[in-house]
Structures are given as C-alpha cells and as structure tokens.
C-alpha cells in the first residue's frame, strides 16, 4: 500500500485553493477593517502602514496581503464599510423618508473615526487618479441605491413622475445624490456645523421642491 502523502495546513486566515481548507474568516476581515480605520483616525494616511494593521489585528502580514493586495485597496474598503447600514427609509412620505436618511447619514458622518478617514482618504485621492476612482466606484456609487430606492417609494406614491425618459432618470438620481452628500458633508467636515433639526427641515424642503420641479422641468414636450 503507498503511503499517505500529508498536505500541509493552510495558514489561519488565508484565502484557500478551490474546494479545500478553511473558509476566509469573517471575524479576521472585521478586525482588520475596524483596526485600518482605527489607525486611519490616529495616524492619518501617512503614517498607516500595512504592519501596524497587521498588527492591530492581531493577524500575520501575509494573511492581510492576501486579502488586500495594496494600501489603497485597504483603506477604500475599510472606510466603503462604514456606509453599509445605511438603509433607505420607507416611511410613508417622500419627506420623513428623506429626512430619516439624511439622519443616518449625518449621524455616521459626525462620528469622528468616520471624519478623520473620510477626510485623509479624500485628501489623497485629490492626488492620486486610481484612489479616486476607487473611491467613486466602492464608495460613492454603490450608496446612489439609496436613491434610487427612494425614488422608486415616491413614484409608487404617486408623489412624483415616474413617465420620465430613462437617461434623464438617470441624470436625475446623480444630481440628489450629490445635492444630499454635498450638503451633509460640507455641513459637518468642512464648515463644522452639526445636522440640526431647523437645518434637516430647511434643507428637506428645498429637497421636495428641487425632486417636484426635476421631474416638472426635464419631461420633454409632448408629440
């Protein structure tokens, strides 16, 4: 009878061959993310490297490689994570719902972990064209959802169009979107106001007249 060749162990934590080995470790990716953005906040882009990371934690260097091949790809994903609970509210009307979001979002914006990363990651990408491309196409994009999701809650209310040409839809949901993270962000980390209700109630109704007047203003003329 041949003898049993015995395959080494894969490291902890490691991504494994197809089929065999242990599964990437949810509880590994949380520590490292939540100790990118701890560093991220104390020590500012410059000063976060891969190693203290590692370190932080309490993983091998080689199992955050594996994960994250590069710096930027870590700290974009790091900070895209503190945006996932951030949920579309279906309240019943276009303004509690916009109200109840931009809450959210204000609320995880003044957190200060949530400022210093969004700040030093902002900061280089105005340097850095690939940075700031990934930071459109991890973070910025994939929280329009909340948008369209929203939009979609007033149509079915019939509180505004929905027989509106699909491009200008599409042009539409940019321009909330941006409105809306412009405002709160600008709000919070760049004049250092907070979010207070006499602001949200202000800005939700500009918000209502800029959504009313869009789908009023951009219909084309009729045959």
Same mark, same amino acid.
């Given at each position: 009878?041949?003898?049993?060749?015995?395959?080494?162990?894969?490291?902890?934590?490691?991504?494994?061959?197809?089929?065999?080995?242990?599964?990437?470790?949810?509880?590994?990716?949380?520590?490292?993310?939540?100790?990118?953005?701890?560093?991220?906040?104390?020590?500012?882009?410059?000063?976060?490297?891969?190693?203290?990371?590692?370190?932080?934690?309490?993983?091998?260097?080689?199992?955050?490689?594996?994960?994250?091949?590069?710096?930027?790809?870590?700290?974009?994903?790091?900070?895209?994570?503190?945006?996932?609970?951030?949920?579309?509210?279906?309240?019943?009307?276009?303004?509690?719902?916009? +109200?109840?979001? !931009? @809450?959210?979002?204000?609320?995880?914006?003044?957190?200060?972990?949530?400022?210093? *990363? /969004?700040?030093? =990651?902002?900061?280089?990408?105005?340097?850095?064209?690939?940075?700031?491309?990934?930071?459109?196409?991890?973070?910025?994009?994939?929280?329009?959802?909340?948008?369209?999701?929203?939009?979609?809650?007033?149509?079915?209310?019939?509180?505004?169009?929905?027989?509106?040409?699909?491009?200008?839809?599409?042009?539409?949901?940019?321009?909330?979107?941006?409105?809306?993270?412009?405002?709160?962000?600008?709000?919070?980390?760049?004049? +250092?106001?907070? !979010? @207070?209700?006499?602001?949200?109630?202000?800005?939700?109704?500009?918000?209502?007249? *800029? /959504?009313?007047? =869009?789908?009023?203003?951009?219909?084309?003329?009729?045959?």
């Amino acid at each position: 009878m041949a003898p049993t060749t015995r395959q080494p162990a894969p490291e902890d934590g490691a991504a494994p061959p197809r089929g065999k080995g242990r599964p990437r470790s949810a509880a590994a990716d949380r520590a490292i993310l939540d100790a990118t953005r701890e560093a991220l906040a104390e020590l500012g882009w410059g000063g976060l490297t891969m190693g203290d990371v590692a370190t932080r934690a309490g993983v091998a260097k080689t199992t955050l490689y594996r994960r994250w091949p590069s710096k930027n790809d870590l700290v974009v994903d790091a900070v895209a994570g503190l945006f996932d609970d951030l949920e579309m509210a279906d309240l019943g009307s276009l303004r509690a719902d916009i +109200g109840a979001t !931009v @809450t959210q979002f204000a609320d995880l914006l003044a957190r200060p972990e949530s400022q210093a *990363a /969004l700040l030093a =990651l902002f900061a280089e990408g105005s340097r850095d064209p690939d940075l700031r491309r990934r930071i459109r196409e991890r973070i910025v994009d994939p929280q329009k959802h909340l948008v369209r999701t929203g939009r979609a809650h007033a149509q079915a209310r019939g509180e505004i169009r929905s027989d509106v040409d699909p491009r200008i839809a599409c042009e539409e949901i940019d321009l909330v979107f941006d409105m809306i993270a412009g405002a709160v962000e600008h709000r919070l980390l760049v004049a +250092g106001e907070p !979010v @207070t209700p006499r602001w949200l109630d202000r800005f939700t109704t500009l918000m209502l007249g *800029a /959504l009313t007047g =869009l789908a009023e203003d951009v219909q084309p003329p009729a045959p």
